[in-house]
C-alpha cells in the first residue's frame, strides 16, 4: 500500500466498490479501504459447509442502476433469473399477473387515475415532506389498492406503514410497479459477483485493503488531505491496536452510512445545517428474519412472496434462493428465507421482542407451508438495520448531497445519500455513478452486454 492516492475510498458496500471501480477505471490512482475482512457491506453473503448465507435478500431488478454500474464497469455476472412475484390476496397468494388484471376490475378509475399521475410532472420534493398514506387518499379511494402499494413500499423502501412513508417513495416505487418486475440473483451468490469488481478495481491499477479501520480524515484549511489507518494487528489479543498510517490523498469517498460520518470527521468540520441534517437521518430501517437448510424445497417453483404476516401485522418476504440458483447450497439441500420489515429502534434493544416476533413469524409460516421446518438441518435468525428511513422529512432533498459541503475533496456514496433510486441496491450503484460524474464530468464508458 503506497501512502500517496489521487483518491482514497472508504467503505466497499455497494457504493464504494462502484466508485472505486469507475474511478481506476478511468485511469485514477485509487485506494479502497474496508474495515471488515469481507467487501459488501448489507449485500456481502459467505459459503460455509458448500451453503451460501447472507443477511436477507438481495435481489437485482433488470434494466435499473445496478446493472447499468456493472456494465459500466464490464462485469458480466452469472445470472439466476425469476419474475413470478406473489403477494398476500385474501388469506391466500396471487401473482402480481393476476393482480393487476384484480386491479383493472375492482379500482378501474383509481388504477386510471394513478396512471395519469404517473405519466405527469410531478414536484417530487413537496412529495418528500408527506406520507404516502395522506398522498393515496388525497388522489385514490380503493383500499384495495392502498394495500398493495403499502406492501409493496414496504418490501421496496423498508418502512413497514404508509404513514410512516414519504410520498416521493411511494410514488418511486408505483414506477417500479408498473415496470417488469424481472429479478435476478447471482447464481453462485453475491460475493462472487462483488469479488469480480475487485478484480476490475485491481485490474486497472487501483488497490483494495480489508481488515483495515479508517480512524479520521484529514483536514486542513478545509481541504481533505488524507485519512489515517490502523491496519488490523496480525495477533488477535484483547485491547491490542494495529499500526497507524498517514495516507494522502486530496480526495476522499465516504461510502458509509451517514452516521457515521462523524466517527471519522469531528461535526465542528461542517455547516452547522449540515450536521442537523445528518442527525435528523439516524432513524433506521430494519430486517427480523430467519434462513434455514432443509432437505427439500418448502415450495416448488421460482418465486418470490412479498406476504403481510397476520399474526404481527407486519409486512415481509418468503423466498426459496435454491430454487432459482440451485448452486448457492450442496445438491439435495434447500435454502429457506423469510424475514420481516420493522423499526430498529423498537428492537434493537429489546431481544425479547425480537423473540416473540419470530415465534408469531414461524406460526404463519407454518399455516401457508405445514412442517415447512421438519427434518430442517439448521435454522439461523438474524436482526440488521437497513438503512435511514424514507420517512416524511427524511427522504429524498432531505439526504446529504453527493458533495460535502464546506470541505473541499470529500464526496459520499451509498444508500443514504441524494439518489431517488429505489431499493437500496440501486440507489447505492446510482449514488456511485453520480459521484464519479461529478468528480469526472462523465462516466468512463466501456460496456459490456448483461
Same mark, same amino acid.
Request: proline content about 5%; hydrophobic content about 40%; charged content about 25%.
Given at each position: $500500500? ?14 464504494? =466498490?462502484?466508485?472505486? &471501480? ?5 485511469? %485514477?490512482?485509487?485506494? *479502497? ?26 435481489? @437485482? ?8 454500474? !456493472?456494465?459500466? !464497469?464490464? @462485469?458480466?455476472?452469472?445470472?439466476? /433469473?425469476?419474475?413470478?412475484? *406473489? ?25 386510471? %387515475? $394513478? ?6 410532472? @410531478? ?38 406503514? /404508509? ?19 424481472? $429479478? ?5 451468490? $453475491?460475493?462472487?459477483? =462483488? ?9 486497472? &491499477?487501483?488497490?483494495?485493503?480489508? &481488515? ?11 481541504? @481533505?488531505?488524507?485519512? !489515517? ?24 469517498? =465516504? ?27 439516524? !432513524? ?29 401485522? *407486519? ?17 439435495? %439441500? ?18 425479547? =421482542?425480537?423473540?416473540?416476533? *419470530? ?14 421446518d421438519k427434518d430442517a438441518y439448521w435454522i439461523s435468525t438474524y436482526f440488521h438495520y437497513e438503512e435511514p428511513k424514507h420517512t416524511p422529512g427524511r427522504s429524498g432533498k432531505h439526504r446529504p448531497g453527493i458533495k460535502a459541503p464546506g470541505i473541499d475533496g470529500l464526496y459520499f456514496v451509498g444508500d443514504c445519500y441524494a439518489s431517488r433510486a429505489l431499493p437500496g441496491l440501486e440507489c447505492a450503484a446510482d449514488s456511485a455513478m453520480m459521484c464519479v460524474k461529478e468528480l469526472l464530468g462523465v462516466l468512463p464508458l466501456e460496456r459490456v452486454r448483461i
Amino acid at each position: $500500500m503506497d501512502k500517496e492516492y489521487d483518491i482514497i475510498v472508504v467503505g466497499a458496500g455497494i457504493g464504494g =466498490l462502484g466508485a472505486a &471501480g469507475l474511478l481506476a477505471k478511468a485511469g %485514477k490512482k485509487v485506494l *479502497l479501504l474496508e474495515k471488515k475482512k469481507n467487501v459488501g457491506g448489507r449485500a456481502a453473503t459467505f459459503r460455509k459447509d458448500g451453503v451460501v448465507r447472507s443477511i436477507g435478500q438481495h435481489a @437485482v431488478l433488470k434494466r435499473l442502476r445496478y446493472e447499468e454500474l !456493472l456494465k459500466e !464497469l464490464g @462485469v458480466k455476472p452469472k445470472r439466476a /433469473l425469476f419474475r413470478d412475484i *406473489l403477494m398476500s390476496y385474501e388469506g391466500g397468494f396471487k401473482s402480481m399477473d393476476e393482480i393487476f388484471p384484480l386491479v383493472q376490475m375492482r379500482a378501474e378509475e383509481d388504477s386510471t %387515475k $394513478m396512471r395519469e399521475i404517473l405519466s405527469s410532472p @410531478v414536484d417530487l420534493e413537496a412529495l418528500d415532506d408527506i406520507s404516502g398514506a395522506q398522498w393515496l387518499k388525497e388522489n385514490i379511494s380503493s383500499q384495495f389498492l392502498i394495500d398493495l402499494f403499502e406492501m409493496a413500499g414496504a418490501i421496496v423502501c423498508t418502512v413497514p406503514r /404508509l404513514e410512516e412513508l414519504a410520498a416521493s417513495a411511494v410514488y418511486e416505487t408505483i414506477q417500479l410497479l408498473m415496470k417488469s418486475m424481472s $429479478m435476478w440473483i447471482p447464481s453462485n451468490g $453475491m460475493q462472487e459477483l =462483488l469479488e469480480e469488481i475487485v478484480d476490475k478495481i485491481k485490474e486497472n &491499477g487501483g488497490t483494495v485493503r480489508t &481488515g483495515t479501520t479508517v480512524q479520521s480524515v484529514l483536514i486542513e484549511n478545509n481541504k @481533505v488531505t488524507g485519512v !489515517l489507518v490502523e491496519k488490523e494487528s496480525e495477533e488477535v489479543i484483547e485491547g491490542d491496536f494495529g499500526e497507524i498510517i498517514n495516507i494522502s490523498a486530496p480526495t476522499v469517498i =465516504l461510502a458509509v452510512p451517514v452516521w457515521d460520518i462523524f466517527k471519522v470527521i469531528p461535526e465542528e468540520k461542517f455547516p452547522e445545517s449540515f450536521v442537523k441534517k445528518v442527525h435528523h437521518l439516524t !432513524l433506521r430501517t430494519a430486517n427480523l428474519g430467519l434462513t434455514a437448510l432443509t432437505p427439500k424445497p418448502v415450495y416448488e417453483g421460482k418465486k418470490f412472496f412479498m406476504v403481510n404476516f397476520p399474526s404481527i401485522k *407486519l409486512p415481509g418476504s418468503i423466498f426459496v434462493p435454491t430454487n432459482v440458483a440451485p448452486g448457492l447450497a450442496p445438491e439435495g %439441500k434447500h435454502i429457506f428465507e423469510s424475514s420481516i420489515i420493522c423499526n430498529y429502534e423498537e428492537l434493537v434493544k429489546d431481544g425479547q =421482542l425480537r423473540y416473540q416476533l *419470530l415465534e408469531e413469524m414461524k406460526k404463519d409460516l407454518n399455516a401457508w407451508f405445514p412442517n415447512w421446518d421438519k427434518d430442517a438441518y439448521w435454522i439461523s435468525t438474524y436482526f440488521h438495520y437497513e438503512e435511514p428511513k424514507h420517512t416524511p422529512g427524511r427522504s429524498g432533498k432531505h439526504r446529504p448531497g453527493i458533495k460535502a459541503p464546506g470541505i473541499d475533496g470529500l464526496y459520499f456514496v451509498g444508500d443514504c445519500y441524494a439518489s431517488r433510486a429505489l431499493p437500496g441496491l440501486e440507489c447505492a450503484a446510482d449514488s456511485a455513478m453520480m459521484c464519479v460524474k461529478e468528480l469526472l464530468g462523465v462516466l468512463p464508458l466501456e460496456r459490456v452486454r448483461i
